[in-house]
């Protein structure tokens, strides 16, 4: 009976699952139209914090804000449900493409219907931007770190340490004064730090279990290979998929060619070139997490098995491997954060991370514009025009229209088709 109180909200989480396109930016602006302005799930403070909370976590950043709207909503039960619901349908996308790699090769796949996905993010990136900007902006200090947060993430944006440092610094220029935000309510609650040696050991275990199985040859050695990859990189990861895939390349495409490797005949998981940038190529055109592609490359390396059961079992722990991390991460220690945040030095620091959120989604609109203004604008191409006028068309129907965010992805891909 408490679940089913929960059914529209894990019905709007499917909704969003097939309709969030364009990276974790994109996303965030189609959960603050969905689960802000028209649920009410959470307030526009709320989804700034989850989002600041987020991103100075490793891992999937709009995963595990998305996992955070459901805690809150309906606890951890809730949580895994929404996170479930959230990445199984990329999951089931990419990891059939393993499957189906070889069929797909040999045809020429037609992107056209996606040529307006990125121009449409970018609208949504705007709206949250502007929406966010209002509860986050309201001084001489948050002014000056959006500005600062925006020129950075314009002129770093595929820096992977460019948005947790922003976020720290302004933590930190938040803090030289105590009279802004003195220190309120109950005194906090001792900290049980207990959650996180449960994410170490796992992280200690499957290492330790990966490399002596390959060591020793134990029969399907590269299944724990597979998670114990998988789970590194969603453990590590810092900036998302611009990050994420250059480790996968150079642990599935590079590594097994170098010297040490070739000449100890070691029995690594690898894949070819080709096969690994059409798998990173096809899962930005697709919704939902980029970090879906751990099911694409679970299955891939063990296509050389000859055994479908085994490929769906690579496509399974590649999945799990690369978002347990991420939601281990965020359930664990979003309690202790909210906890922390009754101490008057992170109270204040919150001030600061904020605005430099704010300010990161503003760099990421001009940084993911520029192409479309400097180059196709700028040398008066039709194509560029009609990405601004996506863009600004967007931005409009999300801030003055009721109409729901999966309609105008719809209404793009429609548009995409037609032109």
């Not at 931007?129 to 509860?135: D, E």
């Not at 430099?356 to 609109?365: D, F, H, K, R």
């Amino acid at each position: 009976m408490v679940l089913l109180r929960h059914i529209p909200f894990l019905r709007a989480v499917f909704f969003h699952s097939i309709t969030a396109f364009g990276g974790p930016q994109g996303h965030y602006g189609m959960m603050l139209k969905t689960f802000v302005k028209e649920r009410r799930d959470v307030t526009e403070k709320e989804l700034l914090d989850f989002v600041s909370f987020c991103n100075m976590l490793p891992g999937a950043s709009s995963t595990q804000t998305l996992t955070l709207i459901g805690y809150k909503r309906g606890g951890v039960s809730l949580a895994v449900l929404t996170l479930l619901i959230w990445i199984t349908p990329a999951c089931i996308l990419m990891g059939g493409l393993s499957f189906l790699l070889d069929y797909f090769s040999d045809m020429s796949i037609k992107t056209k219907v996606f040529q307006f996905i990125q121009p449409m993010a970018i609208g949504f990136i705007a709206y949250s931007a502007f929406k966010l900007f209002k509860v986050a902006i309201n001084n001489t200090i948050t002014r000056i770190i959006l500005t600062i947060a925006a020129l950075a993430t314009f002129l770093a944006f595929k820096s992977p340490w460019i948005f947790p440092a922003l976020i720290v610094a302004a933590g930190i220029a938040t803090n030289f004064s105590d009279r802004r935000i003195p220190q309120k309510g109950v005194p906090p609650k001792k900290i049980k730090w207990g959650n996180m040696l449960i994410f170490l050991s796992l992280f200690g275990v499957a290492g330790y279990l990966s490399e002596t199985a390959t060591q020793q040859h134990w029969n399907n050695r590269k299944a724990l290979n597979i998670f114990e990859n998988s789970y590194r990189f969603g453990s590590l990861v810092f900036g998302g998929g611009d990050v994420l895939m250059p480790m996968m390349y150079e642990q599935y495409v590079v590594r097994p060619q170098t010297q040490h490797v070739q000449e100890t005949r070691k029995d690594v998981l690898q894949m070819n070139s080709e096969d690994f940038l059409t798998g990173s190529g096809i899962v930005r055109a697709i919704p939902g997490p980029v970090f879906s592609i751990g099911a694409f490359t679970g299955g891939m390396v063990m296509r050389t098995e000859n055994s479908p059961s085994l490929q769906m079992l690579g496509c399974i722990l590649g999945a799990i491997g690369i978002f347990l991390p991420s939601a281990l991460l965020v359930l664990f220690f979003f309690p202790v954060w909210h906890n922390l945040k009754k101490y008057a030095v992170i109270y204040r620091s919150l001030e600061g991370i904020n605005a430099a959120v704010v300010g990161i989604m503003l760099g990421a609109v001009f940084y993911l514009a520029k192409d479309i203004l400097m180059v196709e604008v700028w040398q008066n191409h039709l194509t560029g025009w009609v990405d601004m006028v996506v863009i600004l068309s967007t931005f409009a129907l999300l801030n003055f229209t009721k109409l729901r965010a999966p309609f105008i992805v719809f209404g793009c891909l429609l548009l995409g088709w037609l032109l």
